[in-house]
């Protein structure tokens, strides 16, 4: 599966930007999510959503972040709301076939990435 990731930009605290990740295949039977890193930190989790709708968040982005799927697109979204300067990162979304219980949070358990979106949260 090929995954095209898009929607960064350079934004102030307090607003939204909207990620996308188009896919390449259809992502209904697909569990996604979305990965960010800032620079000189390591790879984190932010969010996942399995085939079924069920959703996962890390706590820094519960209220704030949403992340959806539009099988008709192929495309899992990332809805950020209320940005903060702290989220400035480049933003990956990935994608897996397999859902194994407690993984969803791992980088290592999803087996197709897209490259990588900026976000820049910064007045």
């Known amino acids: 599966v090929q995954l095209q990731a898009s929607g960064g930009g350079l934004v102030q605290p307090g607003d939204s930007l909207r990620l996308s990740c188009a896919a390449s295949?259809?992502?209904?039977?697909?569990?996604g999510a979305w990965f960010r890193q800032a620079p000189g930190k390591e790879r984190e989790f932010v969010a996942a959503?399995?085939?079924?709708?069920?959703?996962y968040y890390t706590d820094s982005v519960k209220g704030r972040f949403t992340i959806s799927r539009d099988n008709a697109q192929d495309t899992v979204i990332l809805q950020m709301n209320n940005l903060k300067s702290e989220d400035t990162a480049v933003y990956y979304c990935?994608?897996?076939?397999?859902?194994?219980?407690?993984?969803?949070?791992?980088?290592?358990?999803?087996?197709?990435w897209g490259h990588g979106t900026l976000v820049t949260v910064s007045s």
């Open positions: 990935a994608v897996r076939r397999a859902w194994a219980v407690g993984t969803y949070h791992l980088a290592a358990s999803y087996a197709n």
């Open positions: 295949e259809r992502t209904f039977n697909l569990h």
């Open positions: 959503i399995r085939s079924n709708g069920q959703k």
